[in-house]
């Protein structure tokens, strides 16, 4: 049997709850699909701070590295938000980012055809949306340098930071964006805002140039006002979207909450090489945690992607996103999917019902 | 009468012809408010490329400094979209922004009911929608520098932007919006990205201590990808939102395709004193330009908020928004809210329609 070394990072809130869901149905597809997985647990979030002091310790990014592929819940939660910046949970996010370079962040934004009323748009407009946002992720005003709050002359505050992008930076994204588009409906729609912003201008000039190299690829660009509008106007003119940073963490949110069950939605974050890291596009819930009534549906479908983007197991993929849509199918729902005429279920009941199927 | 002069900026595309209709309905309002405007007109945007070579001539600047107050109609358009960034049309606008130091920028998102069905989402969402987001205009990242693309030690090209505020530019579209909110529902929603940026970390600080001077105003904050999905999500949770620069570009246009007809709204922005902007949120739309098909309502619903916002005559600008709702109520509409059962008019037409009302 192939042999893989997966963390697992549970983080925060419903994080273990629903973690453990997921864990269940990758021991399913170990015997299916003739697999062995090795699952290490490691501290991220608010859980590594409690224990360690910090939101991302050393031993975490270790483990990470030595792995085939990283597995995240959720972090978060009100406990840390009034820490320093640097010491909350987010600030474990992004290390874990640049630690591991994972320079190229695919969020799906998938209209399930069982949850379609759980949108706030009309029907037809929703009916069949199917986005793929490549959100570049360790650049940008992200990172951007300087940064902080400096005095001025006058004696006052200012609060700057610095949104920057080189031609390689921009031209990596690209690639992995034309890719994608490839394997999807190839077309393509970069979105920056460059009737402002320099970094915007290059970030055009370089995507318009590699575009040449993939002439099958249908190449729109947008500015990100219009964009946020298309996507609430007319979301089935979006195949792929490739943009930066800030405006892909706003973007995909926006194109996530277009279907309606952002508890479904998974994400992968990838490098050049090594470990990519693969977690669910909602928060950790620190409200219902521990209460069984987490959704773990998006978890399984982040560890679908794992399987597919990080592992190269398209089959075992296939075989978890098909028994999350059946287990949909049969009419099973958490809380925050649930409708009339469905049975409502808990965290782990859901996971049976998957194991079931 | 009260006299105020007036400079008229029609611009580009379909800009001429909305503008005839809203000077026509201003000489209704001056006989019946007995009020007496003096137009003067001048040249912004690709009409001001042509005729001297740059979107905003000093002259321009001039006229409109000159003035109570300054009605633009739009800019732009394919024609001048290859020039270099210092001489396209948006450079007009953003210079005539920062010249009349236009800090605050006000984009009501507002329902009309005898329009909702042009809302992509679902009536019970956006049913009674009603909000201002109150957006920074003169600061952020659309004017912080260092900006330029610049060459790094290896030779290749790097694209900077600087997002900045100092606490002073905070402070004064803090107020503005605290204002604002108060003259509505006393809800004011501070957007930011402070969980990664410092930039928003002053931001945030300094709304939270202004909000101190405002007790009567619920202050509540949201990062700025949250306050895409809860656009989204429940539209109706909001009032005023206050948020930067970039921020507000996409918010505002996000909150204005809420209402499924853009061709409807009207902005205003405004300085600490001198004139006031006002214009409508839709662009030159040089695809229907010369035609007669365009919409005017927005057009009047700037100049309504010019009489309201620039020249304190409220009892006009209510008389104009009357206006508008009274011919839409009779069935009128233009190509872009048609719907079946109304009555297409041209633009002209709609003009005419209004002034009988
Ligand atoms: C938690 C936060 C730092 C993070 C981001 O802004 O990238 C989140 O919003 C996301 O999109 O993964
Ligand atoms: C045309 C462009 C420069 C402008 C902006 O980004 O401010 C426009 O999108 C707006 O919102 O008024």
Redesign the interface.
């Known amino acids: 049997a192939q042999q893989y070394r997966i963390t697992l990072l549970p983080g925060d809130g419903i994080g273990p709850e629903i973690m453990a869901v997921a864990v269940d149905v990758l021991k399913v597809v170990e015997k299916k699909f003739d697999l062995q997985f090795e699952f290490q647990e490691a501290l991220i979030g608010g859980a590594a701070i409690d224990a360690t002091g910090e939101p991302l310790p050393a031993a975490t990014l270790d483990v990470c590295r030595n792995s085939d592929a990283v597995l995240l819940a959720a972090i978060g939660g009100y406990k840390w938000d009034s820490l320093p910046?640097h010491l909350?949970p987010?600030a474990g996010l992004?290390g874990l980012r640049a630690g591991l370079e994972l320079f190229a962040n695919l969020r799906p934004a998938k209209i399930i055809p069982q949850l379609i009323e759980a949108s706030?748009?009309?029907r037809e407009?929703v009916e069949g949306v199917d986005i793929m946002v490549v959100r570049e992720l360790t650049g940008g005003?992200?990172f951007?340098k300087p940064?902080?709050?400096f005095e001025?002359e006058t004696g006052?505050?200012?609060?700057?930071?610095?949104?920057?992008?080189?031609?390689?930076e921009i031209d990596r994204i690209g690639r992995v964006a034309f890719e994608t588009a490839r394997k999807r409906q190839s077309k393509l729609c970069s979105v920056d805002?460059?009737?402002?912003?320099?970094?915007?201008?290059?970030?055009r000039d370089r995507i318009t140039k590699l575009g040449a190299e993939y002439p099958d690829v249908e190449l729109t660009h947008l500015y990100?006002?219009?964009a946020?509008?298309q996507l609430?106007?007319?979301p089935k003119q979006f195949d792929t979207i490739v943009t930066g940073n800030?405006f892909g963490?706003?973007?995909?949110?926006?194109a996530?909450?277009?279907t309606g069950s952002?508890g479904m939605l998974p994400s992968a974050s990838l490098g050049a090489s090594g470990p990519g890291v693969f977690e669910p596009v909602h928060g950790s819930a620190p409200d219902i945690a521990g209460q069984d009534k987490a959704n773990p549906l998006a978890q399984v479908l982040s560890a679908a992607m794992m399987l597919r983007y990080g592992l190269n197991q398209g089959a075992a993929a296939d075989f978890l996103e098909k028994g999350v849509l059946q287990v949909l199918q049969n009419g099973a729902r958490t809380g925050d999917i649930m409708s009339v005429g469905m049975q409502l279920l808990g965290c782990r009941a859901m996971g049976e019902a998957l194991i079931q199927v």
Do not use: C, F, P
């Not at 006052?156 to 390689?168: D, F, I, P």
């Open positions: 910046s909350r987010e992004l706030t748009l009309k407009i005003i992200y951007g940064r902080g709050i001025t006052q505050k200012r609060g700057v930071n610095t949104m920057a992008y080189t031609e390689s805002k460059s009737n402002v912003l320099e970094v915007s201008q290059l970030w990100v006002d219009n946020a509008m609430l106007r007319a800030l963490d706003i973007l995909s949110d926006a996530a909450m277009l952002i």
